[in-house]
């Protein structure tokens, strides 16, 4: 059996104790690993003076980790520039925000030029390497530049744009070429494989070869693997003493209100200022049902070095306070809004208080709380599940509340039906998605990408003689 190389920016494997917080896809990646004796690689998350090459090597619950530090410029320029104020807005279709910086693409491909560099000594002959997100796009081709022939997979977490906003990036065909390198590249869904293909088709004149697309004289294999949650691991949590403690807290706190809520990191992508927006107008027009009510939106901090997440932070303090200072009451606060992290288990018992999710990003990949909500509620009084139309996982958890999350008047819409939703209807939803979540779990995921990418027969070598 082949080692498996498992390649992202930040290295997030549990140590095997204190874990709380290593979530669904950390833990699946570490299993796979561990079964293929593998090894992961990627940034430390320090940084230092000089970039030096040095690798900092650990055993961590039976998988090995191999980290580098990176040079501050790098941290700009590549973390915080090209792949936080670049790809990340523009392939969440915000080109508003959107930074055509040279510095930033300077600077990005230098980091995959060190990812490569120092990571290529460590490949054996029949490695699988398999690349995770839009960070580390053209890692294969500078594994490639060094030599490396093993089969090399690369796998996006993100949604890949329309074609029309894909030519708006500078340099975008050297970017989609790079992907030329892998063997497998992997999508979200469907509608992201389809809009990567119609790029290829339309502007590099490629050609479909069976389910393969042949451009710039390479062959690579493509596909769409929705990405799932540990649902089982999830729904045991959900039964766990801590989340039994965490739903009686909150219980207690809602003094009988029916609780809606909200788990996101705090991302612009997430479409949190018009969920207010539509929660507040559920307030406005619904006089007789509002003081039943509480919403609860969990928002951890994220990516603090790029202006646009320490703009959309104050705006939503200053959005949740302004609709308390209009609705709450000497006993009611219609909004709480916390940015703190949560233990998986603690989460559990929050997803299970919950009468009614919101989940309405304005574009995501796919939403792992969507899935998360789902695994963690009660069988026999199941909570109702809110889903943006926008989010990767509507394809999948199709019997949810499906809504426009740019419409305040869908999203009011759809907490009364879904406030008002009998037994009977909730518990028929939960079951299809509960199905659905259990089966395409995170193993699911892993065994098909991994399985696809051993499939691979004709190497980079035999592609390329
Ligand atoms: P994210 O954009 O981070 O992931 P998401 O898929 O929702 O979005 O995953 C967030 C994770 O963070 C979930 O597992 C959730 O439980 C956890 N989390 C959120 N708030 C938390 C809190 N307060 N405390 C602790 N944990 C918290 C990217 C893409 C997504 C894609 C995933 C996986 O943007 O579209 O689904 O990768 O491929």
């Known amino acids: 059996m082949s080692r498996l190389i498992v390649v992202s920016n930040r290295v997030n494997a ?37 970039f030096t090459g040095e690798l900092n090597v650990e055993r961590c619950d039976g998988v ?14 590549y973390y915080n520039g090209y792949a936080n104020k670049t790809l990340w807005p523009l392939f969440h279709y915000r080109q508003d925000l959107t930074a055509y910086d040279r510095s930033y693409g ?5 980091v995959n030029q060190r990812f490569a560099e120092t990571l290529a ?18 890692l294969a081709r500078e594994l490639r530049k060094l030599g490396v022939k093993n089969r090399i997979g690369f796998y996006l977490h993100i949604p890949w744009p329309a074609h029309q906003l894909m030519v708006t990036l500078p340099g975008h065909q050297k970017l989609v070429q790079s992907l030329f390198d892998y063997d497998l590249v992997g999508f979200q869904t469907a509608d992201y494989r389809q809009a990567f293909e119609e790029y290829v088709l339309t502007e590099a004149k490629g050609v479909m070869v069976g389910s393969d697309l042949r451009a710039f004289g390479r062959t690579v294999k493509v596909g769409a693997f929705p990405i799932g949650v540990d649902a089982a691991e999830f729904a045991e949590m959900a039964k766990s003493e801590r989340a039994w403690r965490t739903y009686n807290v909150m219980m207690a706190h809602t003094a009988f209100r029916s ?24 307030l406005a027009h619904n006089p007789d049902v509002r003081r039943e009510v509480l919403f609860l939106q969990i928002a951890p901090v994220s990516r603090e070095g790029v202006e646009a997440y320490q703009e959309i932070r104050a705006r939503l303090d200053s959005l949740s306070g302004r609709i308390n200072g209009e609705y709450a009451d000497i006993d009611w606060n219609p909004v709480r809004y916390v940015n703190k992290t949560y233990r998986r288990d603690e989460l559990a018992g929050v997803y299970r208080a919950a009468r009614v999710a919101l989940v309405t990003p304005l574009r995501d990949g796919m939403n792992l709380v969507a ?12 909570g109702v599940l809110i889903l943006s139309r926008f989010a990767g996982a509507a394809d999948q958890l199709k019997q949810a509340l499906m809504v426009n999350p740019n419409s305040p008047e869908e999203i009011a ?50 592609l390329a003689s």
Do not use: C
């Open 121 to 138: 000594p460590l490949i054996e002959p029949d490695d699988l390497i398999w690349v995770h997100d839009y960070h580390l796009i053209p």
């Open 64 to 77: 090995t980790v191999a980290t580098l530090d990176l040079e501050e410029t790098d941290l700009n320029e």
């Open 14 to 50: 549990p140590t095997g104790k204190g874990d709380e917080t290593v979530g669904g896809l950390a833990m699946a990646l570490s299993a796979a690993l561990r079964e293929y004796s593998g090894l992961w690689f990627g940034w430390s998350g320090k940084t230092t003076d000089k």
């Open 371 to 382: 899935k998360e909500f789902v695994a963690a509620q009660n069988p026999d009084d199941p």
């Open 259 to 282: 609780l809606i809520i909200g788990v996101d990191r705090l991302d612009y992508s997430k479409g949190l200022e018009e969920r207010l927006a539509g929660f507040e107008h559920f």
């Open 106 to 110: 300077e600077g990005y491909e230098r």
């Open 413 to 462: 819409e759809a907490l009364k039906r879904a406030l008002a939703m009998d037994l009977s209807e909730r518990v028929a939803r939960w079951a299809e998605m509960f199905e659905n979540v259990t089966r395409e779990d995170v193993n699911a995921w892993r065994d098909a990408y991994v399985g696809a990418l051993s499939d691979v027969r004709e190497t980079h070598t035999a």
